[in-house]
């Protein structure tokens, strides 16, 4: 009887449409629950090469078999707290989706490996002996299996584990802003344990900030972006696109898992015929933020186990393959964003040797790319010193700031120019 009972998975994001996907292509009866379906879910949608690789359904968008297009961007801008700022070329470009595009084209293939989609909210989660009852608006339904993938606002985490802590969130604030640039820009800021980010798409940008939450309010995060996009709104422009300008632009604000290393060392992502996938179970990079690789590569690692069945070997999988990266981001992210190196703040060294030195600026672009990890960032950086302090001493004597902050490294493109001082 048990067997014969669909798995259900509550939350059609990335993580739950891609679980979905591959249990029904393996013949199990699947329930997905969304209460919204595809949506524009807050997000800056950016794809790294390491997730373009390993899903490579999602590299050839515009294809037929894929029309969902992304933009494919290869230039970056870094600006440190104090201003100064690096562009350079991006050694494997970033995939960046509009979320509602996305979602959909995700949705849909799960929809045609034979998933049952239900646009519905689930209101309450209950065991029902050893299988489960779900509830909803409009009808309740038994599951022997459960997927939470609800989501960073999971709100039936609290009957797994414990609450999660604020320490363990960022609050973001963004626009999506209609127009269109070919720049990716990334700026730190004093005092914000994160960064602005402008991620433009096909046909609008997704311009964002992100901080701690506890440390700084939403509204204070709002009016900062709101300050740096009055300033800074039109330097993605090139003349090639049309820029943009944030008039018209539609305000969102969501938050994103940050989890602490205590957090990560008792994390626990399945039990007794359940299990968490996703931004549910925290699986975020605490410094950049990046979760869609995480939220597929997740759900991915769970249908995996449950169609060996050995649903608890997901634990493990996870342990091994992906914890020892975010808990290893989860030690240095404070040094990163609040450490000091050569006597200055990490912030502007990073930036200050993006532009100096190239060997740097690869490692920066790998690190973009999602294929330098954490692991061996310390090798790497010992391995490449010698160069980037032969570069960078040219650098120097070379390239010093413009009276602006700006810095162009030498491979940049020709086509950006500094923005008027
Ligand atoms: C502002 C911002 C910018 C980001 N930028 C990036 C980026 O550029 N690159 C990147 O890799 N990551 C980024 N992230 C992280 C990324 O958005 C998430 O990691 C990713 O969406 C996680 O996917 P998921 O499927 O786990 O959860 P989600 O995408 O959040 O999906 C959860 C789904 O569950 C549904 N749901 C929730 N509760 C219920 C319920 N009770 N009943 C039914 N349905 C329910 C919701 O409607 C939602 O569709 C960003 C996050 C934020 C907030």
Redesign the pocket.
């Known amino acids: 009887m048990r067997s014969q009972l669909p798995i259900a998975i ?7 449409a891609m679980a979905g996907t591959l249990l029904a292509a393996d013949g199990r009866d699947v329930l997905l ?4 379906l595809a ?1 524009e ?7 790294t090469h390491r997730a373009l690789q390993r899903f490579p359904f999602l590299a050839d968008a515009g294809s037929e078999s894929n029309p969902v297009e992304s933009n494919p961007v290869e230039h970056c801008e870094l600006i440190s707290p104090s201003g100064h700022r690096v562009r350079f070329h991006l050694r494997y470009p970033i995939a960046i989706f509009s979320r509602l595009t996305l ?1 959909q084209f995700l949705l849909e293939r799960a929809r045609r490996s034979g998933v049952e989609l239900h646009q ?4 309450r989660i209950a065991r029902s002996g050893e299988d489960w009852q779900l509830v909803t608006p409009q009808q309740e339904y038994r599951a022997s299996y459960l997927i939470l ?7 039936f985490r609290s009957q797994f584990l414990s609450p999660i802590s604020p320490s363990d969130l960022m609050v ?1 604030a ?1 626009y999506f802003i209609p127009g269109r640039s070919s720049l990716m820009q990334i700026q730190f800021l004093k005092g914000i344990t994160g960064y602005v980010w402008v ?1 433009p798409r096909k046909d609008h940008v997704s311009a ?1 900030i ?1 901080g701690k939450m506890g440390e700084t309010s939403t509204l204070e995060l709002r009016r900062t972006l709101e300050r740096w996009l009055e300033k800074h709104g039109r330097e993605g422009q090139t003349p090639k696109g049309q820029g943009f300008h944030w008039d018209g632009a539609r305000f ?1 604000s ?3 898992p940050s989890l602490r290393p205590q957090t990560f060392e008792t994390l626990e992502v399945c039990g007794e015929n359940w299990a968490m ?4 179970a925290g699986l ?1 990079d605490p410094i950049t ?7 597929l590569r997740s759900a991915e690692l769970c249908a995996g186990a449950l169609l060996a069945g050995q649903p608890e070997d997901y634990r493990t999988l996870v342990q091994e393959e992906v914890l020892p990266e975010l808990k290893l981001a989860a030690r240095v992210s404070e040094r990163f964003y609040r450490g000091k190196v050569f006597g200055d703040s990490v912030l502007e060294q990073v930036v200050s040797l993006t532009a100096r030195s190239a060997s740097f600026r690869d490692l920066v672009s790998d690190f973009f790319a999602g294929i330098q990890g954490y692991h061996n960032l310390r090798d790497r950086l010992y391995r490449i010193l010698p160069a980037v302090m032969a570069e960078g001493l040219a650098g120097t004597l070379r390239l010093p700031w413009n009276s602006d902050g700006s810095v162009f490294a030498t491979d940049t493109v020709s086509e950006y120019l500094p923005p008027a001082s």
């Open positions: 509550v939350g059609g994001g990335p993580a739950g629950f969304d209460e919204k949506w879910k807050p997000c800056g949608g950016g794809l979602n519905e909210r689930v209101t993938a609800a989501g960073a606002r999971n709100s973001t963004g991620f964002g992100t969102y969501h938050i994103l996938i996703g931004d549910s975020v933020g990046e979760g869609l690789y995480y939220a």
